[in-house]
């Protein structure tokens, strides 16, 4: 019996190819520096241009290290252990624990972003990624301490906290919501050889 031909995936339509956000934050960088070039003149757009060049290279390590942080997470915790804890089945516990994980996290940006973005690749669905993120720019512990309390006390840093403390969960249970499901589906993990084996 001869063998059904497989299944032909349509390809998908050239917008749907396109990095939206990079194309976005490329027509802003590159219309800037044009404004600038032709009003400013090439003095200062080349002095703003060398400026942000010192600036790219003190943050590419960071990214870096960032970015390697996160590929340990996926290599030391299994796949399994991500989507019971943090994935699409895990309700509302999953939020609290991102949050949570979010809150106390003591890194900036350019360890969270990357982090984030490893879980997601590993299991975590939206929602718990959304929590995570929120928990660490409206609640962070470790932002708190240091900066807020020396400049505006304990009593309004602990009333920030109160007010904050539910928006990480509610924002993730926002992002679960079918109709976020349908406007940008979350893309299936990719498997790890290990996971395979």
Sequence with gaps: ???????????????????????????????????????EGPTLWLQILMEDAWLFASILPKVALGCLIGAFVRLLIAREMIERYVGRGSGLPGLAIAGLIGMLFPAGPFTIFPLAVVLMASGADRGAAIAFISAWLLVGINRAIIWEMPFFGTDFVLFRFLLSMPMPILLGLMARAPVFERLAPTPKAPERPEDAA
Excluded: C, H, N
Aim: aromatic share 12%; charged share 15%; proline share 13%.
């Design 1 to 39: 019996m001869p063998e059904a031909p497989a299944p032909t995936q349509e390809p998908r339509p050239w917008y749907a190819r396109i990095d939206w956000g990079l194309a976005i934050v490329a027509i802003l960088s590159f219309g800037s520096a044009g404004y600038v070039l032709v009003k």
